[in-house]
Every structure is written in structure tokens, then in C-alpha cells.
């Protein structure tokens, strides 16, 4: 199904993976002009959404906190929101036009960035969220620009689209699989993802996944979408008295889960690519 003169394992170049960053712009240069605004419009409403809750609160959660390094430079790139906030960074319009309308690098500023925000919980799913969408419109762009190169104009459509595959497994782990005709795989694991992160939550009573208390853990947590979802509706809100005994425990298993299905979106994409663009036995590429 491949053109003979094609690597498969040759990626599409840097100038399209830094395209990705900006949603709609891969369905943009295919020519599909439609598709390019629903990405486009989707991942900002998404963005803005959150952001009219939690505005300058990313600057908290970043993977650096510039009030914290004194580094002119980086406190320039903050302005940008080029410090890393996950997922947000991954719609990168969305997230430099957040952090350019927030912006404060006064004192009374950046005291803001550590005030919790009434329903910050739903509002930094929101924002998160729009990150991850972005990259499954990404990886939806890179899916037709794989298919075009190695298959041709007259490429076969796959069983079930790549991204949407990788996308649904996010919000619920293994509805992927099934999406992609693998149902029996998908159940099995998408109950191993949900177990480990109901035990997360379990052990610490509920306060596991909580970004304003554990935001680098909550970046690998939200990779377990429907389950970030429920925990910002329900046990992120939840008031903690006093530490529960197995609190670190509960926050290791909600972010192991969250790697796990990291793993479960990317066998699912693979799954539903391998339709069209089969691995080769070791015969075949002996030959």
C-alpha cells in the first residue's frame, strides 16, 4: 500500500511539527478550509473558557514559576506564555494571547498568581483541555499528510481516523480501541487505566488530582481525560483538613494511570493507522 520509494519511518520535517502548535493550520495547508476553523475556533473557546476563571493562575502552574527564578529572560517568555504550562502550551495562539491578557510582574501580581479562584478546578480542565485538543487536531493533520505522502491521492480510508481514535481513548481509556474494531483490547485496558487511577483517588480520600495543589503530578494525571474530568467536578473541589496518611501514594497511582493511557491513545492511532499502512513481516522487508 506504500510507495516503494517511501520510508515509513521518515517523519514529515520540523516545519510541520512546529505547525501543529498552531490549530488548523495542518488542515489549513491540506485545503481544508472548514476544518481548519472548527480546529481553529474549538481550541480557542475551549482555551478562553478556563481562562476567564483562572486568568494569571497559569503562571502558577507552570513547570517554572518566574516569580520564583529572578531570570529576566525567562520572565520575558512568561509574558508570551512561553514557560511551560501543560497541555495549555500545546495551543500555543490560544495560550501567548491568555498570558499577554494576564500578565502582572508587579508584586501584587505575581501574589495573584497564588490566589485559588472560585471553580478553578473545572476551569483548569477547561484550559488543559484545549491543549489536548489542539494536539489531536494536530495529530489528525499529520494523519492526512502521512496518507497523502505514502499512499497517494487513492490511499484507503482507515477503519476508524487516527486522532479521533488517540482522542476518545483520552477521554475514556480504550473507547479508542473499540472505535478502531478492537473492543475486547480496548476493555481490557481501559479497566487496567481506570483501577490504578481509582485507586489513586481512593488512598488519598479524593485529593489526588488537584492542580492547585499538585500541578507538575496533574500534567501526567490529565493524560487520563475522563478521570481528570470527574475529579474537577468532584474530589477536586473537596476541602482537605489534614493530609491523608496515603495521600503521595494516591497522587503516584492517578499519575501512573495517566501515563498508562498515554500509552493506551498511542495504540489506538497505531491501531487504526496499521489499516492502511500495515507493518511489514520480516520477509517482506528482507525482500
Not at 501543560?86 to 505575581?110: M, R, T, V
Request: one cysteine or more; aromatic letters at 8%.
Amino acid at each position: 500500500m506504500m510507495r516503494s520509494n517511501i520510508d515509513p519511518a521518515r517523519g514529515l520535517g520540523w516545519g510541520t511539527f512546529l505547525a501543529g502548535f498552531v490549530p488548523g493550520l495542518l488542515q489549513y495547508q491540506l485545503g481544508q478550509k472548514q476544518r481548519a476553523a472548527v480546529a481553529l475556533i474549538s481550541c480557542t473557546a475551549l482555551f478562553f473558557a478556563g481562562w476567564v476563571v483562572v486568568g494569571e493562575r497559569l503562571f502558577y502552574w507552570g513547570l517554572v514559576e518566574p516569580a520564583e527564578t529572578g531570570s529576566a529572560a525567562l520572565r520575558t517568555a512568561a509574558r508570551f506564555g512561553l514557560p511551560l504550562t501543560l497541555p495549555e502550551l500545546l495551543n500555543l495562539p490560544a495560550n501567548a494571547l491568555g498570558a499577554i491578557l494576564a500578565w502582572d510582574g508587579s508584586p501584587s501580581g505575581e501574589r495573584l498568581w497564588r490566589l485559588p479562584r472560585g471553580l478553578e478546578h473545572i476551569a483548569a480542565f477547561l484550559t488543559g483541555a484545549s491543549g489536548m485538543l489542539a494536539a489531536f487536531w494536530s495529530a489528525a493533520g499529520h494523519w492526512d499528510l502521512r496518507r497523502l505522502r505514502d499512499g497517494g491521492k487513492d490511499a484507503p480510508l482507515a477503519i476508524a481516523n487516527p486522532a479521533l481514535c488517540a482522542g476518545l481513548s483520552w477521554l475514556v481509556p480504550g473507547l479508542g480501541h473499540a472505535r478502531a474494531g478492537q473492543k475486547g483490547k480496548g476493555l481490557l485496558m481501559g479497566t487496567a487505566v481506570m483501577v490504578v487511577f481509582v485507586m489513586g483517588l481512593l488512598f488519598s480520600h479524593g485529593h489526588a488530582v488537584d492542580r492547585a495543589t499538585a500541578s507538575v503530578w496533574w500534567i501526567a494525571q490529565n493524560l487520563c481525560g475522563g478521570g481528570s474530568l470527574l475529579a474537577a467536578l468532584f474530589t477536586g473541589p473537596l476541602r482537605m483538613e489534614t493530609a491523608p496518611a496515603n495521600l503521595d501514594l494516591g497522587v503516584i497511582l492517578c499519575t501512573v494511570a495517566g501515563l498508562m493511557n498515554l500509552v493506551v491513545m498511542i495504540d489506538a492511532f497505531t491501531v487504526a493507522e496499521r489499516s492502511v499502512f500495515p507493518v511489514k513481516k520480516a520477509a517482506e522487508v528482507a525482500s
